[in-house]
T-cell receptor, first 113, second 119 residues
Framework: AQSVTQLGSHVSVSEGALVLLRCNYS??????LFWYVQYPNQGLQLLLK??????LVKGINGFEAEFKKSETSFHLTKPSAHMSDAAEYFC???????????FGTGTSLTVIP | GAGVSQSPSNKVTEKGKDVELRCDPI?????LYWYRQSLGQGLEFLIY????????KSGLPSDRFSAERTGGSVSTLTIQRTQQEDSAVYLC?????????????????FGPGTRLTVL
């Protein structure tokens, strides 16, 4: 069975500060992992995905995530937050041979000027 | 447009009425997914289509919910005898291959959603 846990439903950071959004997963097989972003009044967009290649994945808008098998984590980071990063972020997992994606409950990021 | 579209964008209905939500996937995408996003909740998987067939209906909350897809393209999600707890944003996504076809890395592209409010 798969599941995704996002620690912290709300995260606030100052503009220019490090962004760290946490995601832990459980999966019985090597997973495929995704981060999606949902800007206000917009649909979900793929930020990045891990597909068993490099463990450090770079995505759009300066975000990156590192797959750590030993910690079953796929945390999302960005070195310097921008006001435009304020959005809802969702982590998702798929086993590939399954038939659905499992999403976390989301983390709302607020950027303080 | 090239993206996934959904209609209507907003729907307000009275308890007990039936509603129909539409999704137009990206042309050529064989897989189509419906999700529900309730206030303060994550994305809840509802149903998945591979072509016109739905191999996984396990996420449908009750028998009031049904979905179909015709011509490998447009899909409709129907909710009969709506209840207040059905109020949510219903999201549709499509992907090129779909997970059952070995597309575990397949990227899902999401539509803007339909906000359903049941009074």
């Amino acid at each position: 069975a798969q599941s995704v846990t996002q620690l912290g439903s709300h995260v606030s950071v100052s503009e220019g500060a490090l962004v760290l959004l946490r995601c832990n997963y459980s999966s019985s097989v090597p997973p495929y992992l995704f981060w999606y972003v949902q800007y206000p009044n917009q649909g979900l967009q793929l930020l990045l995905k891990y597909t068993s290649a490099a463990t450090l994945v770079k995505g759009i808008n300066g975000f990156e995530a590192e797959f750590k098998k030993s910690e079953t984590s796929f945390h999302l980071t960005k070195p310097s937050a921008h006001m435009s990063d304020a959005a809802e972020y969702f982590c998702a997992v798929s086993e590939g041979t399954g038939n659905q994606f499992y999403f976390g409950t989301g983390t709302s990021l607020t950027v303080i000027p | 447009g090239a993206g996934v579209s959904q209609s209507p964008s907003n729907k307000v209905t009275e308890k007990g009425k039936d509603v129909e939500l539409r999704c137009d996937p990206i042309s050529g995408h064989t897989a189509l997914y419906w999700y529900r996003q309730s206030l303060g909740q994550g994305l809840e998987f509802l149903i998945y289509f591979q072509g016109n067939s739905a191999p996984d209906k396990s996420g449908l909350p009750s028998d009031r919910f049904s979905a179909e897809r015709t011509g490998g393209s447009v899909s409709t999600l129907t909710i009969q005898r709506t209840q207040q707890e059905d109020s949510a944003v219903y999201l549709c996504a499509s992907s090129l291959v779909g997970v059952l076809a070995g597309g575990g890395t397949d990227t899902q592209y999401f539509g803007p959603g339909t906000r359903l409010t049941v009074l």
